[in-house]
């Protein structure tokens, strides 16, 4: 079992940056693939980015592309996602999620077996 916690959300103005954190209690094998997603009121939840725990592969979705850089700490067990030049569109609750798996579909939601309880991003424009 994992337990994912993360923090960091917040109010930011278009153009700002933000780091959002994710710890995880239990242990990450390597197979595992971390994730960051968001969603946004009335809309379904999307991938963000994604990172192999093992070799660190990452990889994002194209509105991110450029802007956001996801790392892990493998001994401290975190995840971190730095979000740079924010956009409105940006504004969303932030989700780290693990899929115990290795898969070639990571941008997938139900492929994620652990969740956690999300943090709100703002951005004003």
């Known amino acids: 079992q994992v337990m994912l916690v993360e923090s960091g959300g917040g109010l930011v103005q278009a153009g700002g940056s933000l780091k959002l954190s994710c710890a995880a209690s239990?242990?990450?094998?390597?197979?595992?693939?971390m994730g960051w997603f968001r969603q946004a009121p009335g809309k379904e939840r999307e991938f963000v980015a994604a990172?192999?725990?093992?070799?660190?592969?990452?990889y994002y979705a194209d509105s991110v592309k450029g802007r956001f850089t996801i790392s892990r700490d493998n001994a401290k067990n975190m995840v971190y996602l730095q979000m740079n030049s924010l956009k409105s569109e940006d504004t969303a609750a932030y989700y780290c999620?693990?899929?115990?798996?290795?898969?070639?579909?990571?941008?997938?939601?139900?492929?994620?077996?652990?969740w956690g309880q999300g943090t709100q991003v703002t951005v004003s424009s």
């Open positions: 999620a693990a899929d115990r798996s290795y898969r070639s579909n990571y941008y997938y939601t139900p492929n994620y077996d652990y």
């Open positions: 239990g242990r990450i094998g390597s197979s595992y693939t």
């Open positions: 990172i192999r725990w093992s070799g660190g592969t990452t």
